[in-house]
């Protein structure tokens, strides 16, 4: 007996994923498992890392760029004292120097420039495209790979704990920040500061905007239960509710003449379905996705 669910059931599962397994290894499981190869995941996950991915079925996938943009939290374990060429622990691990000498005075003085709104500098070992190549792939043929500093948000970067390990130094923080932050490079740039190199070993992430670890469900080897459309939209963007009439011009994309308060707002019809995502426009509001 197959546990694949309709091809045409279109929603949001949130998955806990587990170290060890890609994203895209996540979305290929799920799409045996629901029996559809239109799914996608907002916001990846490196290997190492676990924690909350949300992935969209079918029609929700249109939602997953806008749901990546959240603020995201994470739960995070840097070793100092040892640097690595990806910035974490599944990189070439080099020692750097003695970081047992670290005081809490030093290593919180150090965290002070990597709050608020900052220029960071991404992992070369990244996902982000140069000359149209992945910079990953540039690295791993050899090539010297410097990104360009981009401007991130660190809105909370607290200490939670610190061990001693040897000559090294395990530094656990909890990290709250804007889409675009690699806590890779927040590892690196610690140890850079304190003069001992840093990176990751440890990353689980608890938060995606509205989406926490409590929502989050394992993968295994039955089909998950989707989250609707318009349940997804009301963790995510302020919601309005429309009248039939209202409906039928959002069917055929046309502009509506009430006004919503963002973009994007969800705009749900009589029937309580996620019709469309609509952003201010005068007086009124016009599309910014159609997903009937």
Excluded: W
């Excluded at 907002?42 to 676990?50: I, K, V, Y």
């Excluded at 963002?262 to 705009?267: D, E, Q, R, S, W």
């Amino acid at each position: 007996m197959s546990n694949a669910q309709p091809a045409a059931t279109s929603g949001v599962v949130i998955i806990d994923k587990e170290s060890g397994v890609t994203s895209h290894q996540v979305v290929g499981r799920l799409r045996r498992l629901l029996g559809t190869r239109k799914i996608g995941h907002a916001g990846t996950l490196d290997p190492m890392a676990t924690g909350v991915l949300i992935l969209g079925v079918n029609r929700a996938t249109r939602l997953l760029g806008h749901l990546a943009l959240h603020d995201k939290r994470y739960l995070a374990t840097v070793r100092l004292g040892q640097s690595s060429h990806s910035d974490d622990a599944d990189g070439d691990l080099t020692d750097v120097a003695d970081a047992s000498v670290v005081t809490r005075e030093q290593l919180e003085a150090a965290l002070v420039p990597l709050r608020g709104d900052i220029l960071q500098r991404p992992s070369a070992v990244s996902a982000i495209k140069v000359d149209g190549k992945r910079a990953h792939a540039r690295v791993r043929a050899g090539e010297s790979v410097e990104l360009p500093a981009r401007p991130v948000t660190v809105a909370r970067l607290d200490v939670l704990g610190v061990r001693p390990s040897g000559t090294y130094l395990d530094v656990d923080i909890d990290v709250e920040c804007s889409s675009g932050t690699y806590i890779r490079a927040i590892a690196r740039d610690l140890g850079e500061a304190l003069g001992v190199g840093g990176h990751l070993t440890a990353l689980r992430r608890t938060r995606i905007g509205g989406y926490s670890i409590d929502d989050a469900v394992p993968l295994g080897d039955e089909a998950p239960a989707l989250m609707s459309m318009a349940q997804a939209a009301r963790l995510s963007f302020p919601v309005v509710e429309l009248t039939e009439d209202e409906a039928r011009d959002v069917g055929y994309g046309r502009p509506l003449q009430r006004p919503v308060p963002a973009n994007p707002t969800g705009v749900i019809g009589p029937d309580g379905d996620l019709l469309a995502l609509y952003q201010p426009d005068g007086d009124g509001s016009r599309p910014v996705a159609v997903l009937v």
